[in-house]
């Protein structure tokens, strides 16, 4: 009988090796195949090109414009403090492929693949700003958001009217706002910045102040910018004893004058009338934190853009206009993401309100 128990005893664990020695080496493969994938994954990451900046205005989720299908060009925060442009569409004269028509000193629109005012869609952190009143051709709405504000600028060349929409024949033009910064501890963290500017060319004295704070998950920024201008006035060309123009301090004969009547550089060429005008900017930015995933983002704009004249036509109709042009814009957005899945809902609400004012004059 102890013979028999003996036989049973071996028969059981010859048996139940092969099982567990089945059961380790699955283990042991299950492993290697958790970390070969882990391998395969790293690499991939090392031999992906870095990115640099991520838009949004191609597809309307974050992509890397240097891979995207579509022709985008990205200005950032440093760009636009590089240019020191007077306004935002002075911001766009150096982007390749984008065209800057400026029908008065106030105005400024940008020219895409042949679409022009209307044609061309501006939005305001991913909220459209064009509505059916845009006035067609150049105009000055881009003006209506002031650059100090801007942190980015993502230009789409070429039509984006299957995402976005009416009014992008030409291409999009999305501006991102300045994020105030986020902080989750319990004590304030605040912040200021103060700049001023001013131009001899056209008399400019422009000003931006902004405020921000942040506490435990919520961040407001609040700014307030103002610029006066005046009429614009042209570089004066400095003439030698031998009356040759002086061009930056290199002797370039533009024009001779001669006694019979030849074109002639005036060198007391006077200002452009009618040109100068004033803006006033106001701006509030708030996010809160509501729950890990879960973010509430609000944003408030007042512009106001008094007296911008034009002139073009006073030559030929002797009548010139004044715009003055009066905005608020506003929206709610909750953002949140569900593993791969991204969820914004946003509502928004705007203002406009635009006068003209015609002056007409004497043929005498």
Same mark, same amino acid.
């Given at each position: 009988?102890?013979?028999?128990?003996?036989?049973?005893?071996?028969?059981?664990?010859?048996?139940?090796?092969?099982?567990?020695?089945?059961?380790?080496?699955?283990?042991?493969?299950?492993?290697?195949?958790?970390?070969?994938?882990?391998?395969?994954?790293?690499?991939?990451?090392?031999?992906?090109?870095?990115?640099?900046?991520?838009?949004?205005?191609?597809?309307?989720?974050?992509?890397?414009?240097?891979?995207?299908?579509?022709?985008?060009?990205?200005?950032?925060?440093?760009?636009?403090?590089?240019?020191?442009?007077?306004?935002?569409?002075?911001?766009?004269?150096?982007?390749?492929?984008?065209?800057?028509?400026?029908?008065?000193?106030?105005?400024?629109?940008?020219?895409?693949?042949?679409?022009?005012?209307?044609?061309?869609?501006?939005?305001?952190?991913?909220?459209?700003?064009?509505?059916?009143?845009?006035?067609?051709?150049?105009?000055?709405?881009?003006?209506?958001?002031?650059?100090?504000?801007?942190?980015?600028?993502?230009?789409?060349?070429?039509?984006?009217?299957?995402?976005?929409?009416?009014?992008?024949?030409?291409?999009?033009?999305?501006?991102?706002?300045?994020?105030?910064?986020?902080?989750?501890?319990?004590?304030?963290?605040?912040?200021?910045? *103060? @700049?001023?500017?001013? =131009?001899?060319?056209? %008399?400019?004295? &422009? !000003? $931006?102040?902004? #405020?921000?704070?942040? +506490?435990?998950?919520?961040?407001?920024?609040?700014?307030?910018?103002?610029?006066s201008f005046g009429d614009l006035r042209p570089g004066q060309p400095t003439f030698d004893s031998t009356n040759?123009?002086?061009?930056?301090?290199?002797?370039?004969?533009?024009?001779?004058?001669?006694?019979?009547?030849? *074109? @002639?550089?005036?060198? =007391?060429?006077?200002? %452009?009338?009618? &040109? !100068? $005008?004033?803006? #006033?900017?106001?701006? +509030?930015?708030?996010?809160?934190?509501?729950?890990?995933?879960?973010?509430?983002?609000?944003?408030?704009?007042?512009?106001?853009?008094?007296?911008?004249?034009?002139?073009?036509?006073?030559?030929?109709?002797?009548?010139?206009?004044?715009?003055?042009?009066?905005?608020?814009?506003?929206? *709610?957005?909750?953002?949140?993401?569900?593993?791969?899945?991204?969820?914004?809902?946003?509502?928004?609400?705007?203002?406009?309100?635009?006068?003209?004012?015609?002056?007409?004059?004497?043929?005498?």
């Amino acid at each position: 009988m102890y013979e028999n128990a003996l036989r049973y005893l071996m028969l059981s664990l010859i048996l139940c090796y092969p099982t567990a020695s089945f059961a380790k080496a699955a283990k042991e493969s299950k492993a290697t195949k958790k970390e070969t994938r882990a391998k395969k994954r790293a690499k991939k990451r090392k031999n992906k090109p870095p990115v640099f900046q991520s838009v949004t205005v191609g597809q309307r989720a974050p992509e890397d414009p240097f891979r995207s299908a579509r022709s985008i060009s990205v200005l950032d925060r440093k760009t636009i403090e590089e240019r020191r442009p007077r306004t935002t569409p002075e911001a766009l004269q150096e982007t390749p492929g984008v065209f800057l028509q400026k029908t008065n000193h106030g105005g400024g629109a940008p020219i895409i693949r042949g679409g022009v005012g209307p044609q061309v869609l501006i939005l305001i952190d991913g909220v459209r700003l064009n509505s059916s009143t845009f006035r067609s051709g150049p105009n000055q709405y881009l003006n209506l958001l002031d650059p100090w504000s801007i942190g980015a600028l993502e230009v789409l060349k070429g039509p984006g009217s299957l995402m976005y929409g009416s009014y992008a024949f030409g291409g999009v033009l999305n501006i991102r706002t300045q994020n105030p910064e986020m902080s989750y501890s319990k004590e304030w963290k605040v912040g200021a910045r *103060l @700049v001023g500017k001013y =131009a001899s060319s056209d %008399q400019e004295r &422009s !000003g $931006y102040l902004a #405020l921000t704070g942040s +506490v435990m998950g919520v961040a407001i920024q609040a700014n307030v910018a103002y610029g006066s201008f005046g009429d614009l006035r042209p570089g004066q060309p400095t003439f030698d004893s031998t009356n040759k123009i002086l061009l930056r301090g290199k002797e370039n004969v533009l024009y001779q004058p001669t006694t019979y009547g030849d *074109l @002639v550089i005036d060198p =007391a060429t006077g200002g %452009q009338a009618f &040109s !100068g $005008y004033e803006n #006033l900017y106001v701006g +509030v930015k708030a996010k809160w934190r509501i729950a890990p995933g879960w973010k509430l983002e609000a944003l408030y704009r007042h512009t106001q853009l008094l007296n911008q004249g034009r002139s073009d036509q006073f030559a030929a109709k002797r009548s010139m206009r004044y715009y003055d042009n009066w905005m608020h814009f506003g929206y *709610l957005r909750l953002k949140t993401k569900f593993s791969k899945t991204r969820l914004r809902v946003t509502l928004s609400a705007q203002e406009q309100r635009e006068k003209v004012y015609r002056r007409r004059f004497d043929a005498g």
